[in-house]
């Protein structure tokens, strides 16, 4: 029904005319009947979706004015009634009341029942976020855009927790293992901690789920050297205190490891991935599970969906650390998401036109970004193992014959023997090649061409 109600705001959006039942129907392939056509757009006008004009038979429909942040800027993205709820936990600590953690509010959501994204807006954000085809495996966008995914989320997560490293600099350490003169080592620990959480998450594109375990090991991978090795990936002992905040999250180990796995369940029964990325945002944010690194595990968190689903992944793009940091507190204090889900859409928006504005900068080579885990490991292969000549070349053609569909595979060639033609100490990054390595492949390859 949700696929159904997808194309009925597609169609709509398309048309610069509102359009009447049986034209609309005529529109979507003339295979469904009047009377579920009526029901899904009665679902559709009750949630704010579209609207109706006119009456019985004469009625009309349209794209209703959404809850829209298309139009948003940085010092606008926050709707009335999340500055309502911002006010309230902006008076000083000594006039808010000491809160603990609410049970109930998890208790009341019923995945794919309870929805915190209107909608409308999940639509709209479904809509901004697609990139490749249906029957594209899991992973294949974030394969894309790997290097600009691991450069955008690790530099905003970070920045969201105070770090001070540059996009450029941090550009330079994900991409040449560069860190920045006068930097603390925890900042550079950080960024590439966030680069291994994340490259986590593509390389296991095809598997991973929003589980606890999957959770723990984000946590893990992103709190390693900054935090006692005992705690990384583990739910935490001992009490935690949230600054500039009366929230009290709750302490005792069973209890907070019990929760944290009726969170995983939850969301892994949530059809809708912004919906499911959202809700573990919130609530991994607001559980606290960990002695620390709990906001930036909730963000890695947040993508799995994005990534499964071939969707634009969340960068946390063109948002300020105060507005961020204040939205959560009026989840820890109100439970009232409407600032979060305010950032949250705003900046998912900004992260989908970087993506595009970036691929029409760098000009996307398709068949190289796709093709992109084959080619290294076979370029590995043939350093490790100082295949040159003949021997190369039959290791080539074979390999893409198994591998690689015949209409991609004369540029999937291309590709890796200009890839071998350039390969230098700064290029062998992630192939698990040590530069003494190339060095004797380079000897060997040298040698044959003489």
Same mark, same amino acid.
């Given at each position: 029904?949700?696929?159904?109600?997808?194309?009925? *705001?597609?169609?709509?959006?398309?048309?610069?005319?509102?359009?009447?039942?049986?034209?609309?129907?005529?529109?979507?392939?003339?295979?469904?009947?009047?009377? #579920?056509?009526?029901?899904?757009?009665?679902?559709?006008?009750?949630?704010?979706?579209?609207?109706?004009?006119?009456?019985?038979?004469?009625?009309?429909?349209?794209?209703?004015?959404?809850?829209?942040?298309?139009?948003?800027? =940085?010092?606008?993205?926050?709707?009335?009634?999340?500055?309502?709820? *911002?006010?309230?936990?902006?008076?000083?600590?000594?006039?808010?009341?000491?809160? &603990?953690?609410?049970?109930?509010?998890?208790?009341?959501?019923?995945?794919?029942? /309870?929805?915190?994204?209107?909608?409308?807006?999940?639509?709209? %954000?479904?809509?901004?976020?697609?990139?490749?085809?249906?029957?594209?495996?899991?992973?294949?966008?974030?394969?894309?855009?790997?290097?600009?995914?691991?450069?955008?989320?690790?530099?905003?997560?970070?920045?969201? =927790?105070?770090?001070?490293? &540059?996009?450029?600099?941090?550009?330079?350490?994900? %991409?040449?293992?560069?860190?920045?003169?006068?930097?603390?080592?925890?900042?550079?620990?950080?960024?590439?901690?966030?680069?291994?959480?994340?490259?986590?998450?593509?390389? !296991?594109? &095809? #598997?991973?789920?929003?589980? +606890?375990? /999957?959770?723990?090991?984000? !946590? @893990?991978?992103?709190?390693?050297?900054?935090?006692?090795?005992?705690?990384?990936?583990?739910?935490?002992?001992?009490?935690?205190?949230?600054?500039?905040?009366?929230?009290?999250?709750?302490?005792?180990?069973?209890?907070?490891?019990?929760?944290?796995?009726?969170?995983?369940?939850?969301?892994?029964?949530?059809?809708?991935?912004?919906?499911?990325?959202?809700?573990?945002?919130? !609530?991994?944010?607001?559980?606290?599970?960990?002695?620390?690194?709990? +906001?930036?595990?909730?963000?890695?968190?947040?993508?799995?969906?994005?990534?499964? !689903?071939? %969707?634009?992944?969340?960068?946390?793009?063109?948002?300020?650390?105060?507005?961020?940091?204040?939205?959560?507190?009026?989840?820890?204090?109100?439970?009232?998401?409407?600032?979060?889900?305010? %950032?949250?859409?705003?900046?998912?928006?900004?992260?989908?036109?970087?993506?595009?504005?970036?691929?029409?900068?760098?000009?996307?080579?398709?068949?190289?970004?796709?093709?992109?885990?084959?080619?290294?490991?076979?370029?590995?292969?043939?350093?490790?193992?100082?295949?040159?000549?003949?021997?190369?070349? #039959?290791?080539?053609?074979?390999?893409?014959?198994?591998?690689?569909?015949?209409?991609?595979?004369?540029? @999937?060639?291309?590709?890796?023997?200009?890839?071998?033609?350039?390969?230098?100490?700064?290029?062998?990054?992630?192939?698990?090649?040590?530069?003494?390595?190339?060095? #004797?492949?380079?000897?060997?390859?040298?040698?044959?061409? +003489?």
């Amino acid at each position: 029904m949700i696929d159904v109600k997808l194309q009925i *705001l597609g169609q709509l959006r398309q048309e610069p005319r509102p359009l009447d039942l049986k034209t609309l129907i005529d529109r979507l392939g003339g295979t469904y009947a009047e009377r #579920s056509m009526r029901r899904w757009l009665a679902q559709l006008i009750e949630e704010n979706a579209i609207e109706r004009l006119g009456r019985r038979r004469g009625a009309k429909y349209r794209i209703a004015t959404p809850m829209s942040f298309q139009e948003s800027s =940085e010092q606008e993205y926050f709707r009335p009634e999340s500055l309502r709820a *911002l006010q309230q936990i902006q008076r000083p600590l000594c006039y808010r009341r000491p809160v &603990s953690y609410v049970t109930d509010w998890l208790d009341a959501y019923v995945p794919n029942q /309870t929805f915190y994204l209107p909608f409308s807006l999940r639509s709209e %954000l479904h809509q901004v976020g697609k990139r490749t085809a249906p029957k594209d495996p899991a992973g294949t966008y974030a394969r894309q855009i790997l290097n600009r995914l691991l450069i955008d989320l690790s530099y905003n997560s970070s920045r969201l =927790e105070g770090n001070t490293y &540059s996009l450029l600099e941090t550009e330079r350490l994900i %991409l040449q293992g560069v860190g920045a003169e006068g930097k603390l080592d925890e900042e550079k620990i950080m960024i590439l901690n966030h680069k291994e959480a994340i490259r986590y998450l593509v390389d !296991h594109a &095809s #598997s991973v789920r929003p589980t +606890k375990e /999957t959770i723990c090991t984000l !946590h @893990f991978l992103l709190a390693d050297s900054l935090i006692e090795r005992p705690y990384s990936g583990k739910v935490r002992d001992h009490g935690v205190r949230i600054g500039g905040s009366t929230y009290l999250p709750f302490e005792g180990s069973e209890r907070l490891e019990l929760l944290l796995e009726q969170i995983a369940n939850k969301a892994s029964l949530i059809q809708d991935p912004h919906e499911q990325s959202f809700f573990l945002l919130a !609530h991994i944010s607001y559980l606290q599970a960990f002695a620390d690194v709990n +906001k930036r595990t909730a963000r890695l968190s947040a993508n799995i969906p994005f990534i499964t !689903h071939n %969707l634009v992944p969340l960068s946390f793009n063109d948002i300020e650390r105060e507005d961020y940091i204040s939205a959560l507190i009026a989840i820890y204090e109100l439970q009232e998401i409407n600032p979060l889900l305010d %950032l949250y859409a705003f900046s998912y928006q900004r992260t989908a036109t970087l993506c595009d504005e970036t691929a029409k900068a760098v000009g996307l080579d398709e068949i190289r970004a796709r093709y992109r885990q084959p080619r290294r490991a076979l370029l590995r292969h043939i350093i490790l193992n100082h295949l040159t000549g003949a021997a190369l070349e #039959s290791f080539i053609s074979s390999q893409a014959l198994a591998q690689i569909p015949e209409a991609d595979r004369p540029a @999937f060639i291309e590709d890796l023997r200009q890839d071998l033609e350039e390969i230098n100490p700064i290029r062998i990054a992630g192939l698990g090649v040590s530069l003494g390595e190339l060095k #004797s492949w380079e000897k060997t390859h040298s040698r044959m061409r +003489k």
